[in-house]
C-alpha cells in the first residue's frame, strides 16, 4: 500500500514544478548516450525480441481497428531500427521512421531500404507531410509532462482528417501523469494493457522494473 501511495504522489507531482525540485523532470538521454547504448547492452531494443514483436503487433492491430479504412501514411516517433515497419502488416502503409540514434536509423535504413527514416530528436524534427496515423512509442516519456503534451499537440497539427495517435509508455508515475493530462486535449478512443510474464499463470499486472506494464493508447485530438 505503501508503494502504491508513493507512486501515486509521484505521478501527481509530474504535473507541478514540485517534479523539478525533487529531480524528476532531468533529461538524462541525449544521442551520444543512445547511440552508444544501442551499439551495446539496448541492442535488443532495436527489435526481434519479444517485448518489441508484442508491442509492434499491438500497435499495428489498434492501428487496422481505429484508423480509417484508407490509412495509408505512417509516421513512427522513436522508431529504433523501424521494426514495425517490417512487423506483419505493416506492407501497406508508406512508412517514416524518426530515432534520435543514428546506429538505430543506420540498421533501419538497411533492413528496410524502402522506408523512410531521419535522424532527430521528437522536438527536432518536423513533418512535412499529413500522416494518417503517428505513433510515438516510449519517447515523451523523456520529456517534461508539459513539454510532452505540447510536442503531442505539434505531432497532432500533422495528422490527415480522421487521423489518429497511437501512444505507447511503460507503467511509471511519469508515464501516467502524461496520461493524465492529455484528457484535456485528446480524447480516447481504445487501448491494450500488456505485461510480459516470466512467472505465473496470473492476470495481475505488477510493478517491474525490469518487464513493466505497457499501455498503448489511440487517441484524437478534441
Known amino acids: 500500500m505503501k508503494s502504491l501511495l508513493y507512486r501515486a504522489a509521484q505521478s501527481l507531482a509530474y504535473t507541478t514544478p514540485v517534479h523539478r525540485w525533487l529531480g524528476l523532470g532531468k533529461a538524462r538521454f541525449d544521442k551520444a548516450y543512445w547511440d552508444e547504448k544501442l551499439s551495446g547492452a539496448f541492442k535488443p531494443y532495436l527489435g526481434g525480441t519479444l517485448s518489441v514483436e508484442t508491442r509492434n503487433a499491438i500497435v499495428l492491430t489498434l492501428i487496422q481497428t481505429t484508423a480509417s479504412a484508407t490509412a495509408s501514411k505512417l509516421l513512427d516517433v522513436g522508431c529504433a531500427a523501424g521494426s514495425l515497419a517490417r512487423a506483419p502488416g505493416a506492407a501497406r502503409y508508406s512508412y517514416v521512421g524518426v530515432d534520435i540514434s543514428d546506429v538505430a536509423v543506420s540498421q533501419g535504413r538497411e533492413l528496410s531500404p524502402g ?81 510480459e510474464k516470466f512467472a505465473g499463470p496470473e492476470y495481475a499486472l505488477r510493478f517491474d522494473n525490469k518487464r513493466p506494464g505497457y499501455l498503448i493508447g489511440v487517441l484524437k485530438a478534441l
Open 115 to 195: 522506408c523512410e527514416f531521419h535522424v532527430a530528436r521528437l522536438e527536432d524534427y518536423k513533418p512535412v507531410a499529413e500522416f494518417d496515423v503517428i505513433v510515438l512509442s516510449e519517447v515523451l516519456n523523456y520529456l517534461p509532462v508539459t513539454g510532452a503534451i505540447n510536442e503531442l499537440a505539434r505531432y497532432s497539427k500533422h495528422l490527415a482528417p480522421d487521423g489518429v495517435l497511437i501512444l505507447s509508455m511503460k507503467d511509471s508515475p511519469k508515464c501516467k501523469a502524461i496520461y493524465a493530462a492529455c484528457r484535456k486535449s485528446f480524447s480516447w478512443v481504445n487501448g491494450i494493457l500488456y505485461q
